[in-house]
């Protein structure tokens, strides 16, 4: 091969760019050359269009590690990325985000990144330099190149030229992948606002209907309740004492159903009624009545734990019977086939501030990704016919007007309800 023809190839093999310290914002020319290989350019501009950005700042940093360990396949490439909490604003992140640490290092070499220096990445090598990733000065993310070949410690060598712009192109890549993951989120939550507007015109058009509903059952469910208390008079204190009983249920079911159907149609207002103190173990006692037949049906075992001298609760007395009517029932529903337990116990805060009531069944209990939704309006899981998805919404309605809070939870083996109401003084 002639000299001209030899001369023309290296000068193929290699390029010549300006060597750049490096820079918050970009990298800025010096006026000395450097000799840069053009296949540790090519690689690192094909692995800047191919980051995984899509994927999250974890595959990115991974991905250009290996990137960069394949470049340069004698040295150790690691890198420290660092996710500050997003509650948090400090001028320096570094040792309150969580750290991830990632490594790469040739094969057969892993003894060199291990070591008892907590400075270093790869303690088994004669230099190891640490770069700043670009992607947000106080972020404290960190690339590592570790090498035993001295010219790591030269700014103009071509391996750090490289380096520095692989820190470039990662804090681009960590950038984008905050970005993406925010446009995500956003959209996410843009269709769970559009489903929120869909179930507030579900529950403006169920408004419309209620109104109907409760004009075409007042009539009845008034004279169900009249009679009742005629047959009740008929009876006479000296009647059968099953009959007076199941007389009495009928009534107070009829007048439930009465109350329910007008409370319906004002379930966006305030309610008329006036609080009272109430005794929470009665309320509960009663709603144990109304479903005494749905918890025979599935063989539900009741236990009570009440907490002695409990002061009672400043709230209206047929509210907050719906509220345990409506999770006796649920707790019912999800109970296994051969019968079940549901516990109810009450007991005051420590400082007699608050009373709270726990409601525990041993059903199939509640899935992680329906805690969130459980108390939306229209929300149920029950495929067989039995939910409207409005028992637990109008629980919680009716709980945020007395000034109370409710959550749901999962339970060894079923589900909990944990309501914590203001104790009157």
């Not at 692989?166 to 996410?188: V, W, Y």
Request: with cysteine; charged share 20%; hydrophobic share 40%.
């Amino acid at each position: 091969m002639s000299r001209s023809a030899r001369s023309d190839r290296e000068s193929s093999e290699r390029v010549t760019v300006s060597s750049v310290p490096i820079s918050r914002e970009t990298l800025v020319p010096l006026t000395s050359a450097v000799d840069v290989e053009a296949a540790w350019l090519d690689r690192l501009v094909v692995a800047a269009c191919e980051m995984p950005v899509s994927e999250g700042q974890t595959a990115v940093i991974e991905f250009m590690v290996r990137s960069l360990g394949e470049i340069f396949p004698d040295c150790g490439v690691g890198a420290c990325l660092v996710e500050p909490p997003a509650s948090l604003s400090t001028p320096d992140l570094r040792a309150l985000g969580e750290q991830q640490l990632f490594k790469y290092v040739p094969e057969g070499e892993e003894r060199r990144g291990v070591g008892m220096d907590p400075t270093r990445l790869f303690p088994g090598y004669a230099y190891e330099r640490v770069l700043d990733v670009l992607d947000d000065p106080a972020s404290g993310s960190t690339l590592h190149l570790a090498s035993d070949d001295p010219q790591l410690e030269d700014d103009e060598s071509p391996m750090m030229h490289v380096a520095r712009r692989a820190a470039l192109a990662t804090g681009r890549g960590l950038g984008l992948a905050r970005g993406h993951a925010k446009a995500t989120l956003d959209a996410r939550d843009l269709r769970a606002l559009n489903s929120h507007m869909v179930q507030a015109e579900k529950l403006a058009s169920l408004g419309q209907i209620a109104a109907g509903v409760v004009h075409e059952l007042n009539n009845p469910l008034t004279s169900i309740v009249a009679y009742t208390d005629w047959l009740l008079r008929k009876q006479g204190p000296n009647g059968d004492p099953d009959s007076l009983e199941r007389l009495r249920r009928i009534g107070e079911s009829a007048g439930r159903i009465l109350r329910f159907t007008r409370d319906l149609v004002a379930y966006a207002r305030p309610s008329s009624e006036v609080p009272v103190p109430v005794s929470l173990h009665t309320v509960i006692e009663q709603a144990l009545a109304f479903c005494e037949h749905v918890l025979a049906q599935h063989g539900a075992e009741v236990q009570r734990d009440f907490a002695e001298g409990v002061p009672p609760v400043l709230g209206m007395h047929e509210q907050l019977v719906q509220v345990f009517v409506n999770l006796f029932t649920n707790a019912c529903h999800a109970m296994p086939a051969d019968g079940g337990r549901l516990l109810v116990s009450s007991q005051l805060s420590a400082q007699g501030s608050h009373l709270h009531v726990i409601v525990e069944d041993n059903g199939h209990g509640i899935s992680l990704e329906h805690l969130p939704q459980i108390f939306a309006p229209f929300f149920t899981t029950k495929v067989d016919g039995r939910g409207t998805g409005l028992g637990l919404s109008i629980v919680k309605n009716i709980m945020d007007n007395h000034g109370a809070e409710i959550r749901a939870e999962r339970a060894d083996g079923g589900a909990r309800f944990v309501l914590v109401f203001p104790a009157r003084s």
